[in-house]
């Protein structure tokens, strides 16, 4: 299938790397105008310019998630180039791995500014847009480690506990005025920010070798895999699905 996403506008955080970048071309790919927001210091005025070379349209608005006044700016940049935004994909993220008893609360604070911070901030910036087009589908990033708990991330485990209630406390309050939202929860991933938690926990002696993941999940998670749970949760094919956890795990979570 093809234009899934045509006439819709997307916005995504993070969108300039790892999964937010796979999600970025497939949702153009799709249909979409993509607005790409991610650091000023990310790729995503590259990524923007790859994406309208190869017959698709896209802006970057550069923002930190985590501060109020760039979200709003980018949200409203977004908007001034293609219109209220129908398609919200909170994707941006980063992770922590080490002992609680040696953990910092500037390390707590960052991590729940753009992992938890940022969905509150981009989905009250995107919202009255959103409703006033008529509805829409926001799809926000959690993890195996909002169910699935593991030694030295008690930090990351937290913020995507709270990702998980989060989309299914939006799409309970907003479902009668059109609005959807679910989230999209990966397993490890073949990403920088994966092979990083990878890397981190061995140092601690925590078991990932690809052995280990190989027993838990046959293999390491692909960026587009993720990037197509989210295209699905973000189209119409997904008009009845809201207030859910779509896992990307290939099982983990089912053993």
């Not at 999209?184 to 890397?199: K, L």
């Not at 027993?215 to 973000?234: I, N, S, Y």
Request: include cysteine.
């Amino acid at each position: 299938m093809a234009g899934r996403l045509t006439g819709k506008v997307a916005l995504i955080s993070g969108g300039a790397g790892g999964c937010g970048l796979a999600a970025s071309e497939l949702f153009a790919a799709e249909g979409a105008r993509v607005g790409i927001v991610d650091l000023p210091s990310s790729r995503g005025a590259a990524v923007a310019e790859a994406i309208r070379a190869a017959g698709g349209e896209a802006v970057f608005a550069p923002a930190d998630v985590s501060v109020s006044g760039e979200v709003t700016a980018a949200v409203r940049a977004v908007e001034a180039a293609f219109g209220n935004i129908t398609v919200l994909f909170n994707h941006a993220g980063i992770l922590a791995v080490g002992p609680f008893l040696e953990t910092e609360e500037a390390e707590w604070d960052r991590l729940m500014a753009v992992n938890v911070r940022s969905m509150f901030l981009m989905t009250k910036a995107v919202l009255p847009g959103m409703i006033a087009a008529g509805g829409g589908s926001i799809v926000c990033t959690s993890s195996i480690s909002a169910v699935a708990a593991t030694p030295m991330e008690v930090l990351y485990d937290t913020t995507k506990g709270a990702c998980h209630m989060f989309a299914r406390a939006i799409a309970v309050e907003f479902r009668d005025r059109g609005i959807r939202c679910n989230a999209v929860c990966p397993g490890f991933i073949a990403t920088d920010h994966g092979r990083r938690e990878i890397a981190g926990l061995s140092r601690y002696g925590i078991d990932v070798s690809d052995a280990a993941i190989a027993a838990q999940q046959g293999r390491l998670c692909e960026p587009v895999e993720v990037a197509r749970a989210a295209l699905f949760l973000a189209s119409d094919e997904a008009s009845f699905v809201s207030g859910t956890h779509l896992f990307v795990d290939n099982a983990f979570t089912a053993v």
